[in-house]
């Protein structure tokens, strides 16, 4: 991080010349080293870009049987809750960035941590800074703000909206990332909690403990169904910029119209090789509750001839 790089290198410059001051100006042997690391700190920081965005902050929090009013709050509930949101917010960054898998550990969370920087006024909770803004050499940050966003729109449609809000947001990050923010809502409402989420002048917060378990609900593994289906007929269309498609079924049946993967680096090659040439295909169909289904091309190699 930037900021705390920037901090660390002052820091240690002002140790060097310190200790710099101590040595005589003809101890030339015992003054070379230190002048030496003198100058990489120094050009190290020069480096450093001169304006950097204050990291931004998000507000948690809860209320229900854990809470104490705005006063105080169970320990054990604390922990167990803001770890499992960190955990939800590691997921949708990874899904954003598209390297978020089935199984296995989140990628990079580590790299972009939550940091707990003081209680959150009003109800009782937390304010967490987010990773600040690295400039243009880490433009993957982007992804931090907006994985906070789709948090609090999931939390919002899944109590207020409709199945199909529900899936927009599933198809942008990931099923799995979905479970987590699932998990999250469990651990709260388990322990007779509900919660609110406060980012970037916006705010929503759930109205009861019976709306945030209905929530939890809607967006359990076994409200999203996920399957493949396999179908013959032709592409009629690829638009390489929304990554969309429209696939006829040889039977003329049924027109579908679809997404393409994160892992289709090049879209082109859709329009180039396989437009409206008899193709068998296999869907990544996604459907939440009575939504309408969602049908995904993730790999060239789903596709071939009959």
């Not at 809470?67 to 770890?83: K, L, P, T």
């Not at 109800?123 to 993957?140: A, D, K, V, W």
């Not at 027109?255 to 892992?263: A, F, S, V, W, Y």
Request: proline fraction near 5%.
């Amino acid at each position: 991080m930037i900021i705390r790089r920037k901090d660390s290198l002052l820091s240690e410059i002002g140790e060097v010349e310190e200790i710099l001051g101590r040595i005589p100006s003809e101890n030339v042997i015992d003054r070379f080293g230190l002048e030496a690391r003198l100058k990489e700190l120094n050009l190290e920081l020069e480096r450093l870009p001169d304006h950097i965005q204050e990291a931004e902050k998000l507000s948690l929090t809860f209320r229900g049987e854990p809470v104490r009013g705005s006063s105080a709050i169970s320990a054990d509930f604390a922990g167990n809750a803001s770890s499992a949101f960190v955990d939800a917010f590691s997921a949708v960054v990874a899904g954003l960035k598209g390297a978020l898998k089935y199984s296995g550990p989140i990628p990079d969370k580590e790299s972009s941590p939550l940091m707990i920087t003081g209680m959150a006024t009003g109800s009782y909770g937390f304010e967490m800074e987010l990773p600040p803004s690295q400039g243009e050499l880490f433009r993957e940050d982007a992804n931090v703000g907006k994985a906070v966003e789709i948090i609090k729109d999931l939390l919002r449609v899944s109590a207020k909206g409709s199945d199909d809000d529900i899936l927009d947001i599933v198809e942008e990050i990931h099923p799995r990332a979905v479970r987590k923010v699932a998990d999250f809502l469990s651990i709260v409402s388990k322990k007779g909690a509900w919660c609110g989420l406060e980012f970037r002048g916006s705010y929503f917060k759930f109205s009861s403990l019976d709306e945030i378990r209905i929530s939890e609900e809607r967006l359990r593994q076994e409200n999203i169904s996920e399957n493949e289906e396999v179908y013959f007929g032709e592409f009629q269309g690829f638009l390489p910029q929304g990554r969309n498609f429209e696939f006829v079924v040889s039977d003329g049946s049924e027109i579908i119209r679809g997404r393409l993967g994160p892992d289709i680096e090049d879209p082109d090659v859709l329009n180039r090789e396989w437009l409206h040439q008899p193709t068998r295909v296999k869907f990544n169909v996604i459907q939440v509750g009575q939504s309408r289904p969602r049908f995904m091309l993730l790999s060239l190699n789903d596709l071939g001839s009959r």
